[in-house]
């Protein structure tokens, strides 16, 4: 009876027990679930450290103004600046549209002959041994330098502007293109020339996708750079635009125009690097997650 009592209990054990897909189901769920939960929180802390980041910023900025009663021509308060940009918002936009014209034309322009050259430096070592060092000795040249000799050349309208943000994100994308062409797995690279294939085939199906990490790399600096050198362009000689609203704003003492300013162009560059985020995360997914 104690042998029976024993069997009946395993049996009524055996059926409480739930299938085996039904287990595994269950298990899937759970980490479908954890790993909806982990994400969720990685999100929110993006989001929130980032603007406790800027609060905090904000904060000792009005200490220290409050704190040492720092004079508004010197350095205006938060507040200030907040006020102004509001009641001249209509000047900064007016003044923000020809800057973001200017770097994105600079942008598409350094980028797409940057990733020409590198694709012509990966198929010819010679001719990236010669000119390598050329783009590099041009990019060791001071932005500020080079603004000049652009206007002189092409005169005082939009073009020198594009073509300083374009010099300012030539370097950074031709370098991490090169180094993404290069960064091939040798053991692919060898199927594919068993495979008989192609450069071009090499080119677009091997080289273009291993590069796309690090070309996102370098456009993510180019994004960041490109409005520095819209706005250089214009300290040299512009009526237009957000370098020369500094430049006015700094002869005519108005410090909370000059900070509204900056903000703009800081926002600017802000969209820039976003939507390049952005378009990374839509282009590149079969990158892993990284590790926080």
């Given at each position: 009876?104690?042998?029976?009592?024993?069997?009946?209990?395993?049996?009524?054990?055996?059926?409480?027990?739930?299938?085996?897909?039904?287990?595994?189901?269950?298990?899937?769920?759970?980490?479908?679930?954890?790993?909806?939960?982990?994400?969720?929180?990685?999100?929110?802390r993006q989001r929130i450290l980032p603007a406790i980041?800027?609060?905090?910023?904000?904060?000792?900025?009005?200490?220290?103004?409050?704190?040492?009663?720092?004079?508004?021509?010197?350095?205006?308060?938060?507040?200030?600046?907040?006020?102004?940009?509001?009641?001249?918002?209509?000047?900064?936009?007016?003044?923000?549209?020809?800057?973001?014209?200017?770097?994105?034309?600079?942008?598409?322009?350094?980028?797409?002959?940057?990733?020409?050259?590198?694709?012509?430096?990966?198929?010819?070592?010679?001719?990236?041994?010669?000119?390598?060092?050329?783009?590099?000795?041009?990019?060791?040249?001071?932005?500020?330098?080079?603004?000049?000799v652009l206007v002189l050349m092409m005169g005082n309208?939009?073009?020198?502007?594009?073509?300083?943000?374009?010099?300012?994100?030539?370097?950074?994308?031709?370098?991490?293109?090169?180094?993404?062409?290069?960064?091939?797995?040798?053991?692919?690279?060898?199927?594919?020339?068993?495979?008989?294939?192609?450069?071009?085939?090499?080119?677009?199906?091997?080289?273009?996708?291993?590069?796309?990490?690090?070309?996102?790399?370098?456009?993510?600096?180019?994004?960041?750079?490109?409005?520095?050198?819209?706005?250089?362009?214009?300290?040299?000689?512009?009526?237009?635009?957000?370098?020369?609203?500094?430049?006015?704003?700094?002869?005519?003492?108005?410090?909370?125009?000059?900070?509204?300013?900056?903000?703009?162009?800081?926002?600017?560059?802000?969209?820039?690097?976003?939507?390049?985020?952005?378009?990374?995360?839509?282009?590149?997914?079969?990158?892993?997650?990284?590790a926080h």
């Amino acid at each position: 009876m104690l042998t029976k009592g024993v069997v009946m209990n395993t049996t009524e054990i055996k059926l409480a027990m739930p299938p085996d897909d039904d287990l595994m189901i269950a298990v899937e769920d759970a980490e479908t679930v954890a790993w909806h939960t982990s994400r969720r929180r990685q999100i929110w802390r993006q989001r929130i450290l980032p603007a406790i980041g800027i609060a905090l910023l904000l904060f000792i900025w009005w200490a220290i103004v409050a704190g040492f009663n720092v004079k508004p021509f010197i350095a205006p308060s938060p507040l200030l600046v907040l006020e102004t940009l509001f009641a001249k918002r209509s000047v900064l936009l007016e003044n923000m549209l020809p800057t973001a014209l200017e770097a994105a034309g600079g942008f598409l322009l350094g980028n797409l002959v940057a990733i020409i050259i590198a694709t012509v430096f990966v198929h010819n070592k010679t001719v990236q041994e010669i000119f390598f060092p050329v783009a590099l000795m041009l990019n060791a040249i001071p932005i500020v330098a080079k603004a000049p000799v652009l206007v002189l050349m092409m005169g005082n309208g939009v073009e020198p502007k594009i073509a300083i943000a374009a010099l300012v994100c030539f370097f950074p994308t031709l370098v991490n293109m090169v180094r993404g062409l290069q960064a091939v797995n040798p053991q692919t690279m060898e199927l594919m020339r068993v495979l008989s294939a192609s450069k071009t085939e090499v080119f677009f199906k091997l080289r273009l996708f291993s590069s796309l990490p690090y070309l996102f790399s370098g456009l993510r600096i180019a994004a960041s750079m490109c409005v520095i050198g819209a706005v250089v362009g214009e300290w040299i000689g512009a009526t237009k635009g957000i370098g020369a609203l500094i430049i006015q704003a700094t002869y005519n003492f108005d410090s909370a125009l000059l900070y509204s300013a900056i903000v703009m162009s800081a926002c600017l560059t802000g969209t820039f690097f976003l939507v390049i985020a952005l378009l990374e995360r839509w282009v590149v997914r079969w990158q892993p997650e990284q590790a926080h």
